[in-house]
C-alpha cells in the first residue's frame, strides 16, 4: 500500500510516474498552471480542486496516492474555490498589515516631496523618511510573525475543509484544532518538507538566472514544478490528519453512507 509519508518517501515521490497516463495528467495539470500566467485565479482554483481529490482519498479513501483523471472540471472548480476563500480570508490580516506598511511608507515619500517643495523645509523632511521606514519594518515583522502562525495552523485547518467538504470548516477550531494537536509532529514534519523543497525550488531556479539562455526555461520549468509540489507536499498534510483523524469521525461518515 502506498501510503504518503516521509518513511515511505520513495513511494511519495514517484507515486505521480507511476501511472498509465502519467505525463498527460502532469502535463495537463502543467499547462493550466501556465495558463494562469494568462487568466488570473481561475485556473489555479482547478489544480486546487484537483489536488483536493487526491488529499479526500487519503483521508476518506483508501488512503493510497493516485492522481484521478482530469474529468471532474466543475467539482474540482468548486472544491478549489472553498480552498482558495478560506487562503483569502485567514490571510486578510497579514494583506491589511502589509497594505498599511507601504502604505506609510510610500506616504511618507509624498511628503517630503512637499516639504522640500515648500520655501522653508522643516525638520519633518527628516523626520518623515525614518518614521516611514520604521513603520514598514514594525509591519513587515509583524507581517512574518502572523505569518508563521497561521501557516502552522492553516494546513489542519484545509484538510478539515477537505473531509467536511464544507468552506465553513475551516473556520470550527473547535473540530480541527485536537487533530492538529495530536498530530503536531506529523503537520510540523509535512510543513518542513514543504518549505524544503521550495528552498530546492528557488535554489533550481537561481542557477537558472546565471544563463541568459536558461532564463527563458524558468516560465517554462516553474509550471511542472509548482504542480508537482502540490502533488508530493498536500498527501503529507491528509495523511497527518488521517492519522490524527478521532474515531468518532469514522462513525458518522460510515452512517451517513448507510444514510
Not at 515521490?13 to 497516463?21: C, E, M, N, S, V
Not at 478549489?80 to 483569502?88: A, Q
Not at 502533488?231 to 451517513?256: C, G, M, R
Request: negative net charge; charged residues 10%.
Amino acid at each position: 500500500m502506498e501510503t504518503p509519508s516521509l518513511a515511505n518517501f520513495t513511494n511519495l515521490l514517484i507515486y505521480p510516474f507511476k501511472d498509465q497516463h502519467a505525463g498527460k495528467k502532469i502535463l495537463i495539470g502543467s499547462l493550466i498552471i501556465f495558463a494562469s500566467v494568462i487568466i488570473p485565479v481561475l485556473p489555479l482554483l482547478v489544480v486546487m480542486g484537483y489536488i483536493m481529490q487526491i488529499a479526500r482519498r487519503i483521508i476518506d479513501g483508501d488512503g493510497q496516492l493516485g492522481m484521478p483523471e482530469w474529468s471532474q472540471w466543475g467539482e474540482y472548480l468548486k472544491d478549489g474555490f472553498k480552498w482558495f476563500v478560506g487562503l483569502l480570508i485567514y490571510s486578510l490580516p497579514l494583506i491589511i498589515i502589509f497594505s498599511a506598511g507601504y502604505f506609510v511608507y510610500f506616504l511618507s515619500f509624498i511628503g517630503i516631496a512637499a516639504f522640500e517643495e515648500s520655501a522653508n523645509p522643516s525638520a519633518w523632511s527628516i523626520i518623515l523618511p525614518f518614521f516611514g521606514m520604521g513603520v514598514l519594518f514594525i509591519t513587515i515583522f509583524i507581517g512574518i510573525l502572523l505569518s508563521l502562525v497561521e501557516f502552522a495552523f492553516l494546513p489542519a485547518s484545509l484538510m478539515h475543509v477537505v473531509h467536511t467538504g464544507k468552506l465553513s470548516s475551516v473556520f470550527k477550531i473547535s473540530e480541527w484544532w485536537p487533530v492538529m494537536k495530536k498530530n503536531f509532529l506529523g503537520f510540523l514534519v509535512a510543513i518542513i518538507f514543504l518549505f524544503g523543497f521550495y528552498y530546492f525550488m528557488m535554489m533550481a531556479f537561481s542557477a537558472l538566472y546565471m544563463s541568459i539562455i536558461l532564463c527563458f526555461v524558468i516560465p517554462l520549468a516553474m509550471a511542472p514544478l509548482t504542480f508537482l509540489m502540490g502533488l508530493w507536499t498536500i498527501p503529507l498534510f491528509a495523511q497527518a490528519y488521517k492519522d490524527a483523524k478521532p474515531e468518532e469521525i469514522h462513525v458518522n461518515q460510515s452512517q451517513e453512507l448507510i444514510e
